[in-house]
């Protein structure tokens, strides 16, 4: 055991493969279920299922695509769920918003391993998660419901709809916030490391419990 | 009330105009059913069968006339029976004719999201066009009366036609030439309607029957197929038929200011990530990292982290 937190390249291991694989896995089916559902969300995206392989496939695989998508967050849950519960700091954290979003990252409190936002992230996408696949299942089995439990329907088609806006709101911010604004982010869930600047800014706490654990391992 | 080519009003799940909409003057097309001249024989159920050429399927027995419990999607005409026990103690034997309603706005049509699979023509007519449906039952959902019925083989959804194959030869449709007591009748909805508030008057004044009326719901803005009802107050009892049906509340919002919510947040969240970026820019390096960043934000010293972008 080493005394540094540091892997052979001089870099920091953010993500381990198995996360890595979990993370493309929703993120795959989530981008395919996105692009199926605005297909039947407005006649003028109806283009994109006949893109995807015609209207009748994108039909016949999006419930399917969206339980593989369930199960990934599931996995998401078993392997981070512990991790986000929300601490003091998160709660400073979104009183100095202002700050994180005008980029004044040193008025902002340091973060564990997951800041305040991706916890905000995670639990959006696990209970709306939730909840896309219960009312994605009536719509799925629509014919089904008998004429007497049609509210569960009526009700159901609203449900998936707000759901997916509100994951559709969560995934432009988290797609930004990964890609564009805190450059190195994309390389932690692709070959998993991060440079020791880019642990210290973003995730400070997390880095020095690193060092602290490679120190006690000494 | 032939029509030589049918021209489309509506069209499920279509951005942009809808050809013939407006365009040409044309007679809309009615059903009147007289419930009180019904004698539950099921000749239009069985012409409906035959014309349609639908294939057929298990009778439930329910200690009643009724042919099975509602209709199916190979069985789009169904008589419902109901056995009323009146307030004196009489019973009333309640036979009504369920199919689809042609409602002038088709909760099915509002609901379906795929482009041409349920069209309105001009005459009225609400139909299904099986090779555009892709089957996801949206249409149910929509309906108020319980109307389209997916076929698990098929995967698409079906329901009575008006037979517009027949109305656009000038023909009547089948259940109404196959009705013995002339309780069918077919032609333009003012002539229909006229004759079924003339039946009503008759039944309230001559027969006893003080609540008889018309039904031709307003919270759909009248169907293209409408009751004579001997007691028009009550219309649950005939089988079930809604007293004031209306596209399901949950469904107008979804399709309507949903949807308008929906765009302007994806939209919104879209144009603000950007002019975030704009005026913003990344986040940077802390200036521990080695490398700058060149031609980073101006107000700070501006760094890149190495060797982990190309
Ligand atoms: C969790 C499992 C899911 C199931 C079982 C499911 C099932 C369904 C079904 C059956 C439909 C009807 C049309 C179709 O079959 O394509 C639908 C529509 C839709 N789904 Fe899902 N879905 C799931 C997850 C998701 C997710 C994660 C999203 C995220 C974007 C999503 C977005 C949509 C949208 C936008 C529609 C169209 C809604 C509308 O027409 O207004 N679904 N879903
Ligand atoms: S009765 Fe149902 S299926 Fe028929 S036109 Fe009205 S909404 Fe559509
Ligand atoms: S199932 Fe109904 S709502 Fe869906 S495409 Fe077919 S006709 Fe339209």
Not at chain 1, 108 to 119: D, L
Not at chain 2, 134 to 159: D, E, H, L, M, Q
Not at chain 2, 229 to 256: C, I, M, Q, R
């Amino acid at each position: 055991m080493s005394s540094t937190p540091l892997l052979a390249n001089g870099r920091v291991l953010r993500y381990s493969f198995r996360e890595r694989l979990v993370h493309w896995l929703a993120g795959f089916s989530y981008v395919y279920l996105l692009l199926t559902g605005l297909a039947f969300w407005s006649p003028w995206l109806f283009w994109i299922a006949v893109v995807l392989g015609g209207p009748t496939v994108s039909r016949e695989l999006h419930p399917w695509v969206g339980l593989i998508f369930v199960f990934a967050t599931f996995l998401m849950y078993g392997m981070w769920g512990g991790q986000m519960h929300e601490t003091e700091p998160d709660k400073e954290f979104w009183r100095a918003l202002g700050h994180y979003v005008r980029n004044e990252d040193e008025l902002v409190p340091s973060a564990g391993r997951f800041n305040a936002g991706q916890k905000l992230l995670f639990w959006g996408f696990f209970w709306c998660g939730i909840l896309l696949l219960l009312s994605g299942l009536v719509l799925w089995f629509t014919h089904l419901i008998p004429w007497g439990l049609r509210y569960v329907r009526y009700t159901a088609v609203l449900v998936h709809a707000t759901c997916a806006l509100l994951t559709i709101g969560l995934f432009i911010i988290h797609v930004y916030m990964g890609t564009a604004m805190e450059r190195g982010a994309i390389g932690s869930v692709i070959r998993g490391d991060v440079s020791v600047g880019w642990a210290k800014r973003y995730h400070r706490v997390w880095y020095e419990h690193l060092l602290r654990d490679a120190a006690a391992r000494k | 009330m032939s029509q030589a080519t049918l021209e489309i009003r509506a069209i499920s799940g279509h951005a942009g105009s809808v050809p013939g909409a407006g365009v040409r003057r044309e007679f809309e097309v009615c059903k009147l059913i007289d419930t009180t001249t019904c004698i539950g024989c099921k000749a239009c159920e069985v012409a409906c069968l035959e014309w349609n050429g639908l294939s057929f399927s298990e009778t439930t027995f329910n200690n009643s006339y009724q042919t099975m419990p509602e209709t199916q999607w190979n069985y789009w005409n169904l008589i419902k029976f109901n056995e009323h026990e009146r307030e004196d103690g009489t019973l009333q034997l309640l036979m009504r004719k369920d199919q689809c309603m042609h409602c002038e706005e088709p909760g099915c049509l509002i609901a379906c999201p795929a482009d041409g699979a349920i069209v309105q023509y001009v005459n009225g007519i609400v139909d299904f066009q099986q090779e555009h449906c892709i089957g996801c039952g949206y249409c149910v959902t929509g309906c108020p009366f319980n109307i389209p019925k997916f076929s698990p083989t098929a995967r698409k959804v079906f329901k009575c036609t008006l037979c517009v194959d027949r109305v656009t030869q000038g023909l009547e449709p089948a259940c109404i030439k196959a009705c013995p007591t002339g309780c069918l009748h077919f032609g333009t909805k003012p002539e229909m309607k006229a004759l079924a508030e003339n039946r009503a008057t008759q039944l309230r004044e001559n027969s006893g029957f003080e609540n008889a009326g018309v039904y031709d719901p307003p919270g759909v803005r009248g169907t293209h197929v409408i009751y004579v009802l001997h007691d028009a107050s009550n219309p649950e009892l005939y089988g079930g038929l809604p007293k004031d049906p209306h596209v399901p509340w949950t469904v107008s919002f979804w399709k309507g200011p949903l949807k308008w919510i929906g765009n302007i947040a994806m939209i919104g969240g879209l144009l603000g990530v950007f002019a975030h970026y704009l005026r913003f820019g990344p986040k940077v390096e802390s200036a521990d990292d080695e490398t700058p960043r060149p031609g980073g934000a101006a107000s700070r010293p501006a760094t890149r982290e190495p060797g982990n972008r190309p």
